[in-house]
């Protein structure tokens, strides 16, 4: 499977209208003072629409998060941080991103979607470990340091990533800072360990490892896509079980790469995001309604 495909004017609206939805969304950037150590980036960012509708995001030098919040009667207390993929070259913001935060929100989950700096875009001198990881760390903090603004339990911010957004959100469940009361502010002095991680066809599976305190793993995939990303599934997987860490995998047989949550996606693989939904409540992160 493969990202570029035919879809109906009735899916294009789909998009469109929440790409829409996401501009009303005020965007929150991770450092609104600066982003550390580049003074001298500069540069609009840049919005293309791919042949299938999906808007396409590139040319990222501000970080940052769009929340989707619950209705304060559906609100479960749960926060997902989101990463959309796209190579570490430009984010499909809608299947991986808007679309998949706005079902989320409306099932009582806090979502947002992440715009991190971008790796491997034409002349970029960020990294996947230096900045990629730093912004989704940073997405942590930031999402519990308003925890009582958007009421959310702090016990209760978990990640997920789709391909390359999953190679940052797995990175974050293996290399993070616990609390710190010392912090210079109240996002500094919070911890950037995700409670959860939500691995959708991540890729460059082989640097996965399973660190002391990793979170409960979920991962959906599909058995077309290559191997290092069907395979290395499987693998990781058996490394959770291994380490006795509470892990959910499902490849499904007809999928391939970049489902994400569109409309037009037909079979069992439409319903990944229901699964992901039935293990956190069997995982206590929220409960059963």
């Not at 998060?65 to 997902?80: F, H, M, R, S």
């Not at 002095?189 to 959708?200: E, N, V, Y």
């Given at each position: 499977?493969?990202?570029?495909?035919?879809?109906?004017?009735?899916?294009?609206?789909?998009?469109?209208?929440?790409?829409l939805?996401?501009?009303?969304?005020?965007?929150?950037?991770?450092?609104?003072?600066?982003?550390?150590?580049?003074?001298?980036?500069?540069?609009?960012?840049?919005?293309?629409?791919?042949?299938?509708?999906?808007?396409?995001?590139?040319?990222?030098?501000?970080?940052?998060?769009?929340?989707?919040?619950?209705?304060?009667?559906?609100n479960?207390?749960?926060?997902?941080i989101?990463?959309?993929?796209?190579?570490?070259?430009?984010?499909?913001?809608?299947?991986?991103?808007?679309?998949?935060?706005?079902?989320?929100?409306?099932?009582?989950?806090?979502?947002?979607?992440?715009?991190?700096?971008?790796?491997?875009?034409?002349?970029?001198t960020?990294?996947?470990d230096?900045?990629?990881?730093?912004?989704?760390?940073?997405?942590?903090?930031?999402?519990?340091?308003?925890?009582?603004?958007?009421?959310?339990?702090?016990?209760?911010?978990?990640?997920?990533?789709?391909?390359?957004?999953?190679?940052?959100?797995?990175?974050?469940?293996?290399?993070?800072?616990?609390?710190?009361?010392?912090?210079?502010?109240?996002?500094?002095k919070?911890s950037?360990?995700?409670?959860?991680?939500?691995?959708?066809?991540?890729?460059n599976?082989?640097?996965?490892?399973?660190?002391?305190?990793?979170?409960?793993l979920?991962?959906?995939?599909?058995?077309?896509?290559?191997?290092?990303?069907?395979?290395?599934?499987?693998d990781?997987?058996?490394?959770?079980?291994?380490?006795?860490?509470?892990?959910?995998?499902?490849?499904?047989?007809?999928?391939?790469?970049?489902?994400?949550?569109?409309?037009?996606?037909?079979?069992?693989?439409?319903?990944?995001?229901?699964?992901?939904?039935?293990w956190?409540?069997?995982?206590?992160?929220?409960?059963?309604?």
């Amino acid at each position: 499977m493969i990202r570029r495909k035919t879809v109906t004017s009735v899916s294009i609206f789909v998009l469109m209208s929440n790409f829409l939805l996401a501009q009303t969304s005020k965007e929150i950037l991770l450092w609104p003072e600066g982003v550390p150590g580049q003074a001298h980036k500069t540069g609009e960012e840049k919005v293309r629409v791919a042949e299938t509708g999906d808007h396409v995001v590139t040319n990222i030098h501000f970080p940052s998060i769009t929340p989707y919040l619950p209705k304060k009667e559906n609100n479960t207390g749960a926060a997902i941080i989101i990463a959309p993929g796209g190579g570490h070259r430009e984010l499909w913001i809608d299947h991986e991103g808007y679309n998949v935060a706005k079902w989320f929100s409306e099932q009582g989950v806090a979502a947002f979607v992440l715009k991190y700096r971008l790796s491997k875009q034409d002349s970029s001198t960020y990294t996947i470990d230096g900045d990629e990881l730093a912004d989704m760390q940073r997405a942590i903090q930031l999402v519990k340091s308003k925890a009582a603004e958007w009421k959310i339990d702090t016990a209760k911010v978990g990640v997920m990533g789709f391909s390359a957004g999953g190679e940052v959100a797995a990175l974050s469940a293996m290399r993070f800072s616990y609390a710190n009361a010392a912090g210079s502010n109240d996002v500094e002095k919070q911890s950037s360990r995700p409670a959860f991680q939500a691995l959708i066809y991540p890729g460059n599976s082989s640097r996965y490892t399973v660190a002391k305190d990793s979170p409960p793993l979920f991962i959906a995939c599909g058995y077309q896509d290559r191997d290092d990303i069907a395979k290395g599934m499987a693998d990781l997987y058996l490394k959770y079980k291994q380490a006795g860490i509470p892990a959910e995998l499902h490849i499904y047989s007809n999928a391939g790469h970049g489902f994400g949550m569109r409309s037009t996606t037909k079979g069992a693989v439409a319903g990944w995001y229901l699964r992901l939904k039935e293990w956190l409540m069997d995982i206590r992160i929220i409960s059963p309604r």
